[in-house]
């Protein structure tokens, strides 16, 4: 480092020049080889989507084609079946051409679903010529050999298996997971593509194409993108279409990126899996990219091998001829900055540092050469001439700048002299505005400022006076305003007192008298309806003896009925006497034809007795009742004789109830029209009474709001009173009013009279109407 410093300073340039264009070129290529890497993988990346769109887009069309003579197969087998067109022979012969006409495809069938083709499937068990199985399915299959031959034959059913159910189930077209087929000519890996078969809105089996998976990976196998790669295929259930080898054919797809590749499946979504490895142990990218089937609603992902190498090779190559290059341009850079600073640094320098040694010893005769070139040498010597020009001017140059200097101090001098007159008058003005401010802060409106102000200060005089008088004006104004103010409120405050009491009074009288005529009211409604109960009593009872003549009358009826029914029950007793005697003597006879059978006539003999028995009671329990009945008949004889008397009794009670009935009905009557004049003239009292409470309420409001503005005033005229105008008597006057008012409204006020709460005493002690009208006129 030491010995570096010491070198010239056109060997530090070339040496810094050098190392700073060695490091731009490094930093330079490290980018660009970084960019570059980025850019190749990028477009390695991009031409790999390319060819696994291209190959998606070869395989989904020969699918999309094979799936479209599917549905077409469908379609014509389903509305000749519904029009009656097509029979076995047919469809036999319509798969057949459907096969043939497509390369790709390995076979082309139909399966019957249960008897619902043309009936008879029991007629055709194990008919090969008309396509049934086993069973009588109808199920044609034509396949192609190994030999390019075509095979027919029929194959079993089963409802359950995915390429029959999906289809059936869904109503779609649909494609199935790749399956091994041994049934068929040539036992391969097929995938089949099926359509439903409807007849009219009826399913009667399904049709179908089938994909051989082993030409399917012949074919991708020959593909070799980017010379070492290779492409791959997997279905929609995650199984190798076409592996990394043959035997990974048809198993579950076990390789890393198990999530890009359900990603892809699930959504749709194409990834890049990095840094893999191959069968070799080689680097590989793996691209994934889903695809569509068209018309079997399935996808299957495409798998593009891009080797590491793909990428390096154009990477690395290009890095070699960047380095190769930049060591060419480091070599000419440092070969023309050795000239070009030898002959334009080095020269001119060592002539400047030869004229600087000539100022150095006090020569400033002899001109700095190299002026004349215009890069910084030449400005270097510029600069040096005027500093050789000002070396030999530095005397005369001092010698002004002392006179400069002088100057300068009695310039200042006399600045100081003007500040200081300007600030003493500015003090004077300042003081004279503060005097005027602290009288007007005072209340003092008639000081002026009588003195001149010079200059421009003048203005400030006259806006101050100006503001002064206008100041005083207003209060002269506020002063009059106020006095009249007082004037009237206290007019009106005592007005209002006055007018409160009266009303006061006025409403407690009349609250006392509609107190009187309140209970003068009740008592009179009261005793008209003690006169409508009575009316009502009286009615009431003239009914009840009305009802009660007639249950008399009833009674009478009654005892006579009953009567006639004791007569009644007498005979029928006499009737039943006999009947008792009557069954004595069969008894008893009985009794005696059983004493004569012996032992056989005991039982018999005991129910004789038991009768007997009984006939004596019955004939007792007659003779009882014969002796009640006489005694009832005597006794409703004496009750229909006094139930005759209650009857004319009754009658006489009911004609003097009609009298005082009709006299009560007037009395109810007059009471009432007397309680309905009454309740009419309560009502106008009260309604008085509410008008009066109402206008004691307002003139209570209105003596508030009198006294309020009264002391707002009063409030006002002592602040106004602290202001000194010109013509003071105003001032005077009005603190005066406001001292009255003062002294006036810190008296006691009159105590309003108490409302009464009771009547009058005319009325509590029952007197008239009169009496209580009278004692509310004394109010």
């Known amino acids: ?118 009936g008879r499937q029991a007629d ?60 068929t000519a040539v036992p391969t890996t097929l995938s089949s593509i099926t359509y439903p078969v409807k007849s009219g809105e009826k399913l009667i089996g399904v049709t179908g194409i089938d994909v051989s998976l082993a030409s399917l990976s012949s074919k991708l196998e020959k593909m070799r993108p980017f010379d070492t790669g290779r492409v791959m295929l997997v279905s929609q259930n995650s ?70 190498a793909a990428i390096a090779g154009p990477v690395m190559q290009q890095t070699f001829m960047m380095l190769i290059g930049g060591l060419i341009v480091l070599g000419a850079v440092l070969l023309g900055l050795s000239v070009s600073v030898n002959r334009m640094v080095k020269r001119p320098l060592d002539g400047l540092v030869a004229d600087v040694a000539v100022l150095s010893k006090g020569e400033y005769g002899k001109p700095i050469s190299g002026q004349a070139s215009s890069d910084e040498t030449g400005a270097v010597a510029r600069a040096l001439e005027g500093f050789r020009h000002r070396l030999a001017e530095s005397d005369e ?84 305003s106020v006095v009249n103010i007082t004037s009237g409120t206290g007019e009106m405050s005592t007005a209002a007192n006055d007018l409160s009491s009266r009303t006061e009074r006025q409403a407690a009288s009349l609250e006392e008298t509609a107190a009187a005529l309140d209970q003068l009211t009740s008592q009179v409604n009261a005793s008209a309806e003690n006169a409508k109960s009575a009316a009502q009593a009286v009615e009431d009872t003239n009914e009840s003896t009305t009802q009660s003549g007639v249950v008399v009358e009833k009674a009478v009826q009654a005892m006579t009925a009953i009567e006639q029914s004791s007569r009644e029950v007498s005979r029928i007793i006499g009737v039943i006497d006999e009947i008792a005697f009557q069954t004595n003597l069969l008894a008893l006879n009985a009794g005696v034809e059983a004493a004569r059978a012996g032992e ?14 009984l006939a004596q009671r019955s004939a007792a329990a007659a003779k009882e009742i014969a002796t009640l009945i006489k005694t009832s008949a005597s006794q409703v004889d004496q009750g229909v004789e006094y139930v005759g008397q209650t009857g004319e009794a009754l009658k006489g009670i009911s004609s003097q ?43 209570e409001e209105t003596t508030a709001a009198s006294m309020a503005l009264n002391n707002e005033a009063n409030v006002l005229g002592e602040l106004v009173s602290n202001f000194r105008v010109s013509g003071n008597g105003a001032v005077s006057e009005l603190g005066a009013m406001a001292a009255r008012m003062r002294s006036k409204d810190q008296a006691p006020a009159p105590a309003a009279p108490k409302a009464p709460t009771r009547a009058p005493a005319s009325v509590r002690s029952g007197g008239s109407v009169a009496a209580a009208a009278a004692d509310w006129s004394e109010f």
């Open 600 to 613: 056989a006539g005991r039982g018999f003999a005991v129910v004789a007795q038991e009768v007997r028995e």
């Open 397 to 480: 140059l001092e010698t002004r700048a002392a006179a400069d200097r002088q100057t300068v101090e009695r310039e200042r001098e006399a600045s100081e002299g003007e500040r200081a007159k300007s600030a003493a008058l500015q003090k004077r003005i300042v003081t004279r505005l503060g005097a005027g401010l602290s009288r007007l802060s005072a209340g003092d409106m008639t000081h002026r400022i009588t003195e001149e102000f010079p200059g421009e200060y003048a203005q400030l005089r006259e806006d101050f006076n100006s503001a002064m008088q206008s100041l005083e004006q207003t209060l002269k104004t506020i002063n009059a």
């Open 124 to 183: 055709y068990i194990d008919n090969k010529e008309m396509a049934g199985n086993s069973k009588g399915t109808f199920s044609p299959y034509w396949t192609k050999t190994e030999s390019g031959n075509i095979h027919f034959s029929t194959f079993d059913i089963d409802p359950a298996d995915a390429w029959f159910a999906m289809s059936a189930t869904s109503g779609k077209g649909a494609i199935t997971p790749p399956y091994m087929a041994e049934a």
């Open 657 to 699: 109830v009609v009298k005082i009935n009709s006299l009560i009905r007037d009395i109810s009557q007059s009471a009432s029209e007397q309680a309905v004049g009454i309740k009419e003239i309560n009502a106008a009292i009260n309604q008085m009474d509410q008008v009066t409470q109402q206008n004691a309420a307002m003139v």
């Open 1 to 118: 480092m030491i010995g570096f410093t010491n070198r010239s300073l056109s060997t530090k340039l070339i040496a810094v020049a050098g190392a700073t264009v060695a490091s731009v070129l490094l930093i330079s290529n490290y980018v660009l080889i970084s960019s570059s890497q980025q850019r190749v993988e990028a477009l390695v990346f991009e031409q790999a989507q390319v060819e696994a769109k291209s190959i998606a887009a070869d395989i989904a069309g020969e699918i999309g084609g094979l799936a479209t003579a599917a549905a077409t197969m469908a379609s014509i087998t389903g509305s000749g079946h519904n029009a009656g067109d097509l029979n076995r022979t047919a469809i036999m012969n319509l798969v057949k051409a459907t096969m043939q006409t497509h390369e790709m495809a390995f076979g082309a069938w139909f399966a019957e679903a249960e008897n619902q083709f043309d």
């Open 239 to 308: 199984k190798w279409l076409v592996g990394p080898s043959p035997e990974a054919m048809m198993t579950d797809f076990d390789a890393d990126g198990k999530a890009e590749l359900q990603a892809a499946l699930d959504r749709g979504v194409s990834s890049t899996i990095r840094d893999l490895a191959d069968q070799n142990g080689a680097t590989i990218h793996r691209f994934v990219y889903p695809f569509e089937l068209p018309g079997v609603n399935a996808s299957w992902v495409v798998l593009v091998d891009v080797p590491e």
